[in-house]
T-cell receptor
Framework: EAGVAQSPRYKIIEKRQSVAFWCNPI?????LYWYQQILGQGPKLLIQ????????DSQLPKDRFSAERLKGVDSTLKIQPAKLEDSAVYLC????????????????FGEGSWLTVV | AQKITQTQPGMFVQEKEAVTLDCTYD???????LFWYKQPSSGEMIFLIY??????QNATEGRYSLNFQKARKSANLVISASQLGDSAMYFC???????????FGTGTKLQVIP
């Protein structure tokens, strides 16, 4: 079974430029997450999709970050314009729809997209 | 609100010894799941083990076991027979049923010494 795919793996941009990250979740996973992880910290949820609807985007800086999952499968996360403090790893993850079982709850992560803003 | 606390920023363990990584959590919801993830320097978050709040037995997955003490709201990860490849960051996380957001702790950096 293929895992969560993310691209690009690494990106270096200048501040005020834009960047986009792409994610393809595990087949059949209805829930898709974007996390931001700054070096030395735990992951912080930016946005969570259930199919193509947004479940939680309370911590997404909406003035510069946007995300979409138009067909309920793959997703893109965009930053425009980037700031120095956006330097982080952007982790995409997916899970089944939920429930109380291990299979329903376990979240699987991609390898992450490392962003450096200079 | 849900909260995960990992009080050990860093831990050292001798190769082949066992090590316990601490995790406490806070939720008023009776139904939830607890996870541990390993994050090597490459950055990928690797799922290790899951414990449901209603599970009768502590979860085990190979060399990983979860010491689940519900009354104390703790879910410590035990790694037996440590290997050099176990050196990584370890994150505890929680998901409350029906409230799909997953909350992560701040992590513990484990270093295995030869």
């Amino acid at each position: 079974e293929a895992g969560v795919a993310q691209s690009p793996r690494y990106k270096i941009i200048e501040k005020r430029q834009s960047v986009a990250f792409w994610c393809n979740p595990i087949s059949g996973h209805a829930t898709l997450y974007w996390y931001q992880q700054i070096l030395g910290q735990g992951p912080k949820l930016l946005i969570q999709f259930q199919n193509n609807g947004v479940v939680d985007d309370s911590q997404l800086p909406k003035d510069r970050f946007s995300a979409e999952r138009l067909k309920g499968v793959d997703s893109t996360l965009k930053i425009q314009p980037a700031k120095l403090e956006d330097s982080a790893v952007y982790l995409c993850a997916s899970s089944l729809a939920g429930g109380s079982s291990r299979s329903g709850n376990t979240i699987y992560f991609g390898e992450g997209s490392w962003l450096t803003v200079v | 609100a849900q909260k995960i606390t990992q009080t050990q920023p860093g831990m050292f363990v001798q190769e082949k010894e066992a090590v316990t990584l601490d995790c406490t959590y806070d939720t008023s919801d009776p139904s939830y799941g607890l996870f541990w993830y390993k994050q090597p320097s490459s950055g990928e978050m690797i799922f290790l083990i899951y414990q449901g709040s209603y599970d009768q037995q502590n979860a085990t997955e190979g060399r990983y076991s979860l010491n689940f003490q519900k009354a104390r709201k703790s879910a410590n990860l035990v790694i037996s027979a440590s290997q050099l490849g176990d050196s990584a960051m370890y994150f505890c996380a929680m998901r409350v049923e029906g409230y799909q957001k997953v909350t992560f702790g701040t992590g513990t950096k484990l270093q295995v010494i030869p």
